[in-house]
């Protein structure tokens, strides 16, 4: 008889469960049974490992063989455990000491000639190794730059069975030859998000990215629309641009980004592990330290939208822009519900997926941009000259984004055609990526020193109540917008909303409340009416 165990990880969203690997080898009949409640691809690691153990110089036990993954009661998934369940039977057998398995976990998908291929969730897994006390890891070569992330744990990356049991054995650590370099990473070639299809669209961009490449200065005119977009990122307030095509609603979306600040430490973890989860971590950059940028197509479905899909819940859009920017262009074309299943994580800044095996939990703050045309032709306008669609047309457009979504976007915007005095050069050229993301920078931290203590980083995100409370407006400063609810254009939601605006406001042009301007151009922005306020912020500080 022989036994040993080690320990791998099973992943439920973007938290790990630590799980115990156990191999029993009793006198019998030779026979592999693998139980714990493993799905059907980890029930498949049977004989990939078997292979990979016998094409690394090691002899398969011709005896009774049991793994069982423990606790039981915890759903697992996917080719991870593979090399924790070869190294446990290696240990059953004593080709490596057992008393060394036992404290280490191990992640790692095994192919037929011993290869550790690199899998999902490699951060998260060992997060969760971390916060149960574990202290050293096994990982895939090409993951541990990943793994490292994680302070505290000492990790080891192999490419090879071979080359882990040489080093848990104390024996020469052969040459293994890397992958060829320059090839695509199964993961990534190809990865579309469950339940989308070939054309969902969805990508992430680094706000870096949007430094280098696109600058909001390349953006003409459209000052309202540029103070919108300002004062979203400063205060993460949702928005929505109504224009004709061509405005320049793509151009301002993509740049957004751009002026968000860059990740802390605790926020580039958290969309790390959601990216890793997805498989979406580029070659060569471990760590996400910039707002996320994610632009799913209209044809996208809701399980792409929020996550989900069959089998494994997998993180949608939603997540996968958390602590960045979602854009949903041309959103009338949208599944209305799909675009109603928003509201949900809009209010609550996660997702809860569930299902029969269990229920799936993934993080979801996200600033969401809207951009849609006026009508079914783009073209109308206040004159309706151009415009050839018949008003019950242009009504059902209008009406497919809900009463109730849109009452939970705090900035509504027209973008207007641009000039040719603005196109041809003629009109100033606007402020620059880096002159506004100071100002944002600034406003944030402003907002940081006053919501110190709280469980809030952002206007957006202080409930309506506690603005009530504890930080009032100037005295008579809301009087307008306090009018407009009793005459039902603001909803009790749409006024802490207005509130909310304001801050961000004044954060930006540094006054200690907000005043009558303030609130005037918070007004302004929610209900998208004029009422003759400067709209540059440079033009109010």
């Known amino acids: 008889m022989g036994f040993a165990r080690t320990c791998s990880v099973a ?57 069982g993954l423990s606790p039981a009661s915890v759903p697992k998934s996917g080719s991870g455990f593979d090399l924790a369940v070869a190294a446990a039977v290696l240990g059953a057998t004593e080709r490596i000491d057992p008393r060394v398995l036992a404290d280490i976990v191990m992640i790692g998908e095994l192919g037929l000639d011993g290869r550790v291929r690199p899998v999902r969730g490699i951060l998260p897994a060992v997060l969760a190794a971390a916060d149960a006390g574990y202290e050293q890891v096994v990982v895939p ?38 992958d060829e370099p320059g090839r695509p990473d199964p993961l990534l070639a190809g990865l579309r998000v469950p339940g989308t299809g070939a054309a969902t669209g969805i990508h992430s961009m680094g706000g870096a990215q949007h430094e280098h490449g696109c600058d909001l200065a390349d953006v003409v005119g459209q000052v309202s629309a540029r103070t919108a977009v300002e004062v979203a990122a400063a205060g993460g307030h949702h928005l929505f641009l109504e224009g004709p095509p061509g405005a320049g609603k793509t151009m301002l979306a993509e740049r957004l980004p751009g002026i968000l600040p860059r990740l802390g430490r605790e926020e580039s973890l958290e969309v790390t592990a959601v990216h890793s989860v997805a498989g979406l971590l580029p070659p060569g950059k471990p760590l996400v330290d910039v707002a996320p940028y994610c632009a799913p197509h209209h044809s996208a479905t809701m399980q792409a939208l929020v996550g989900g899909g069959a089998g ?59 951009a849609a045309n006026p009508c079914p032709c783009g073209r109308f306008s206040a004159s309706g000259d151009l415009c050839e669609c018949p008003p019950s047309a242009i009504r059902r457009y209008q009406a497919r984004l809900s009463g109730p979504l849109l009452d939970r976007v705090d900035l509504r915007v027209k973008v207007d055609r641009v000039s040719r005095a603005e196109l041809t050069g003629l009109a100033a050229r ?51 917008a306090e009018r407009h609810l009793e005459r039902g254009v603001l909803t009790a939601r749409g006024l802490d909303r207005v509130l909310r605006v304001a801050w961000t406001v ?36």
């Open 11 to 67: 992943l439920v969203g973007v938290e790990g469960v630590v799980v115990e690997v156990q191999a029993d080898l009793e006198p019998g009949v030779a026979a592999f049974t693998l139980v714990g409640l493993p799905d059907k691809s980890l029930t498949e690691s049977r004989d990939r490992v078997r292979a990979a153990v016998a094409n690394s110089g090691g002899e398969w036990p011709q005896k009774k063989l049991t793994v």
């Open 506 to 541: 004044a954060d930006l042009v540094g006054h200690d409340r907000p005043d009558a301007t303030d609130v005037t151009l918070a007004l302004q922005l929610r209900t998208g009416v004029p009422r003759g306020v400067p709209m540059a912020i440079g033009a109010l500080t």
């Open 141 to 178: 070569e090409c993951a541990a730059a990943e793994a490292a992330l994680v302070p505290g744990v000492s990790v080891l990356g192999v490419r090879s069975l071979r080359q882990l049991i040489a080093v848990l054995a104390d024996e020469p650590v052969p040459d293994e030859e890397r």
């Open 312 to 370: 494994v819940a997998r993180p949608g859009a939603v997540s996968l822009s958390h602590r960045g920017v979602l854009f949903l262009d041309e959103a009338p074309e949208f599944r209305s519900q799909a675009l109603d299943a928003l509201r949900q994580p809009l209010e609550s800044g996660h997702v809860v997926i569930a299902r029969s095996a269990g229920v799936v939990r993934f993080p979801a703050k996200f600033l969401m941009v809207l």
């Open 430 to 480: 606007g402020e620059s990526t880096a002159t506004v993301a100071g100002r944002v920078r600034a406003a944030r931290e402003r907002a940081a020193a006053r919501l110190a203590g709280t469980p809030w980083r952002t206007n957006s995100e202080v409930p309506g109540r506690e603005l009530r409370s504890r930080w009032h407006a100037v005295s008579g400063a809301m009087d307008e």
